[in-house]
């Protein structure tokens, strides 16, 4: 099973972009990380967040996506080399791509071990991903730990690239940029139930959780580090054969 997003492609962008000026420095990293590659891999492309900016630096970038309705966000945005397909079974020839890209798909798929093994088939060199990570204080972990108390558990099905980072050594890590989060945004998009984790959650559940989280938030802004992760296909590879 993978999450498709077509139920988020309308807010997809105001819910989940980063500021303009983090998004240049985010692209200008992987655009020195990418400056060898001729063919890159855009798995889980959306709306064409990162895809598009390094379009536009000049890098011929192939998305995938599950997701028509994503899709069709990242042609109005005039992004190239669009397919819909699932990263557990790419249509691609055994190493095509020379890096791949892959930023918060790898959690919404159940077979992650399969779709993994796909991307780094049709992969040469290296898996990047950007990583946000911020407190276990922002609005979104205490929303989680208010619906667990009220009865509702969700899990995202696999886990994704913040974890792949404690089973495989990245190669390269390091911290691009941070940023102030805005608390009032964040319980607007927790309200709007935007994220794939409420998706299910009963509408009397929420409601709860939102209102005792309304209380307890009382700061206006936290502070998100946006990390970038690169892997050694080979390595994850090497990790895949040992557990299948």
């Excluded at 819910?15 to 990293?29: D, H, S």
């Excluded at 108390?149 to 941070?178: A, N, Q």
Aim: glycine content about 4%; charged content about 30%.
């Amino acid at each position: 099973m993978s999450i498709s997003f077509d139920r988020a492609a309308d807010f997809y962008d105001r819910t989940r972009g980063f500021p303009q000026q983090v998004m240049e420095k985010v692209a200008q990293v992987l655009e020195d990380e990418l400056k060898h590659c001729r063919l890159i891999l855009d798995v889980g492309v959306g709306t064409g967040r990162f895809a598009e900016p390094l379009q536009n630096r000049g890098f011929e970038v192939v998305g995938v996506d599950i997701s028509s309705k994503m899709l069709r966000k990242a042609i109005n945005k005039k992004v190239k080399n669009l397919i819909l397909a699932d990263a557990r079974d790419l249509p691609f020839s055994d190493f095509s791509f020379d890096s791949s890209i892959s930023v918060h798909a790898l959690h919404l798929i159940t077979d992650w071990r399969t779709a993994l093994r796909e991307v780094v088939r049709v992969t040469r060199t290296a898996l990047l991903s950007i990583l946000v990570e911020g407190p276990e204080t922002s609005p979104g972990d205490i929303y989680k730990e208010l619906m667990k108390k009220y009865g509702y558990d969700y899990s995202h099905p696999r886990l994704g690239e913040l974890h792949l980072k404690e089973l495989i050594r990245p190669t390269e890590s390091k911290l691009v940029t941070s940023f102030d989060a805005s608390v009032d945004e964040d319980l607007d998009a927790l309200r709007e139930r935007v994220f794939s984790s409420q998706w299910k959650a009963p509408q009397d559940i929420h409601e709860k959780a939102m209102k005792e989280l309304e209380k307890l938030v009382t700061f206006k802004s936290y502070a998100n580090k946006v990390y970038f992760h690169k892997w050694d296909v080979g390595e994850i590879r090497k990790y895949l054969s040992r557990n299948v």
